[in-house]
């Protein structure tokens, strides 16, 4: 079955960086895009960035853009988040989610996540 593992989260000081991995299984890893999504407590789920199955082509929310970096190893079936310049807003679980089609049936998947915290 699909099978999505994060790991990578910390406890790190403001300005600080750290490196997420979403380790996947059950599916053709290199034929979807994969996203990192996260959830602070009280807020809703946001969506911090996305990749291609190829990896050509990336987004990113706003609130990251230029501190974030998202990319993936199809030859590992691994996605990563580069975070760097963390801040006191990016605390959060961290989790990773694809979605596939079956039958015309959409299905997500999501990692249990891996906890961000930024504090001095």
């Known amino acids: 079955q699909v099978q999505l593992e994060e790991s990578g989260g910390g406890l790190v000081q403001p300005g600080g960086s750290l490196r997420l991995s979403c380790a996947a299984s059950?599916?053709?890893?290199?034929?979807?895009?994969m996203e990192w999504y996260r959830q602070a407590p009280g807020k809703e789920r946001e969506l911090v960035a996305a990749?291609?199955?190829?990896?050509?082509?990336?987004n990113y929310a706003d609130s990251v853009k230029g501190r974030f970096t998202i990319s993936r190893d199809n030859a590992k079936n691994t996605v990563y988040l580069e975070m760097n310049n963390l801040t006191p807003q990016d605390p959060a679980l961290y989790l990773c989610?694809?979605?596939?089609?079956?039958?015309?049936?959409?299905?997500?998947?999501w990692g249990q996540g891996t906890q961000v915290t930024v504090s001095s």
């Open positions: 990749i291609s199955s190829a990896g050509g082509t990336t």
């Open positions: 989610h694809t979605v596939r089609y079956s039958l015309g049936r959409r299905i997500d998947y």
């Open positions: 059950g599916f053709t890893f290199s034929s979807y895009t």
